[in-house]
């Protein structure tokens, strides 16, 4: 027995002193890191290579030096959007969102600088945030729809979300499902936040405009995967569908990226509060039994089942 516990003993005390190493030279290679970073922006280098060692210096958590190194690459560059980018980053996480907010904004006035000028879209959804966060509401409004703006098919796709709404409201869910199929998501996470929002303030008809088509996106994007796999595939409904899809862990992941529960909960909340209850109770069904047991928008829509109510306005500022 004493023997058992002497090699216990010493086996932890081993775990101890590897652990230690591995710590240590972990932070020797972070410190060499920095220091490397530290001489860089005193050199004669690219300002794209500037970018790398802010970017760096960013993910190390060392803000100040990611701050100096970017400052220097507008200081060489003149006009250099994607360091004030990077800035606003840094004033977001230290929590100052107005400097953050001056920072995109100056970042947005030479967006036609952008080495990727579908950064563009990336900026203004974190301006967005930085007005969602400081409870800027109508600029957060504003700010998204100048996203969905840039979407060159903004016309045809509002036609197709009216006839997707008239759809499902008339003919239920399944069948609004089974006749639409829209692929692209660039514009999803733009439209599911109008569409929160719109609930929120208590437009609920332009709420359930905004929401339908994140969710066709999805499951579109589902069944054309399915599809591929499988080469016969066909559609029943939407809730074995959504079934199908979660036992594909690459979709799965896809939901859950998109917020696909969080848009379905909120699509039944404004059908309710628009007076289709039984629409609404059909849609909290669903996610009662696809999302997770202890989930938000379970836990949610098992209290809509029980006892449907309006989520309190909220006013804008």
């Known amino acids: 027995m004493k023997n058992n516990l002497c090699r216990i003993f010493i086996f932890s005390l081993l775990l101890i002193f590897i652990s230690a190493a591995f710590v240590s030279a972990q932070d020797l290679r972070e410190q060499e890191k920095i220091k490397k970073i530290e001489e860089s922006y005193r050199l004669n280098i690219p300002v794209w290579l500037l970018y790398e060692y802010g970017r760096q210096a960013y993910e190390l958590g060392e803000y100040g030096l990611a701050s100096r190194v970017f400052r220097e690459a507008i200081d060489r560059a003149g006009i250099a959007p994607e360091a004030e980018i990077w800035l606003a980053r840094i004033f977001e996480n230290e929590g100052e969102y107005n400097?953050?907010?001056?920072?995109?904004?100056?970042?947005?006035?030479?967006?036609?600088?952008?080495?990727?000028?579908?950064?563009?879209?990336?900026?203004?959804?974190?301006?967005?945030?930085?007005?969602?966060?400081?409870?800027?509401?109508?600029?957060?409004?504003?700010?998204?729809?100048?996203?969905?703006?840039?979407?060159?098919?903004?016309?045809?796709?509002?036609?197709?979300q009216y006839s997707m709404i008239d759809?499902?409201?008339?003919?239920?869910?399944?069948?609004?499902?089974?006749?639409?199929?829209?692929?692209?998501?660039?514009?999803?996470?733009?439209?599911?936040?109008?569409?929160?929002?719109?609930?929120?303030?208590?437009?609920?008809?332009?709420?359930?405009?905004?929401?339908?088509?994140?969710?066709?996106?999805?499951?579109?994007?589902?069944?054309?995967?399915?599809?591929?796999?499988?080469?016969?595939?066909?559609?029943?409904?939407?809730?074995?569908?959504?079934?199908?899809?979660?036992?594909?862990?690459?979709?799965?992941?896809?939901?859950?990226?998109?917020?696909?529960?969080?848009?379905?909960?909120?699509?039944?909340?404004?059908?309710?509060?628009?007076?289709?209850?039984?629409?609404?109770?059909?849609?909290?069904?669903i996610i009662t039994e696809c999302d997770k047991d202890d989930s938000t928008w379970t836990k949610r829509s098992e209290r809509q089942l029980e006892d449907p109510f309006i989520e309190p306005v909220i006013r804008q500022r």
């Open 167 to 285: 759809v499902l409201k008339k003919r239920g869910i399944d069948k609004m499902f089974e006749l639409y199929r829209y692929e692209k998501t660039k514009y999803n996470s733009a439209r599911t936040g109008l569409g929160i929002f719109y609930y929120r303030t208590g437009r609920y008809s332009e709420a359930e405009i905004n929401l339908i088509l994140p969710l066709v996106s999805v499951a579109t994007t589902g069944f054309n995967y399915i599809y591929d796999k499988t080469a016969n595939y066909e559609f029943t409904n939407i809730l074995s569908h959504i079934k199908r899809m979660l036992e594909y862990p690459e979709l799965s992941q896809f939901l859950e990226t998109y917020e696909f529960f969080q848009t379905l909960y909120y699509l039944a909340a404004s059908l309710y509060a628009d007076g289709f209850y039984d629409s609404a109770s059909e849609i909290w069904m």
């Open 99 to 160: 400097l953050a907010e001056k920072q995109y904004l100056k970042a947005l006035e030479y967006k036609n600088d952008l080495y990727v000028i579908e950064e563009e879209i990336d900026l203004l959804y974190s301006l967005a945030e930085i007005y969602r966060k400081t409870d800027q509401y109508g600029k957060y409004e504003k700010t998204l729809i100048s996203v969905i703006e840039n979407d060159s098919e903004i016309r045809i796709n509002m036609n197709l």
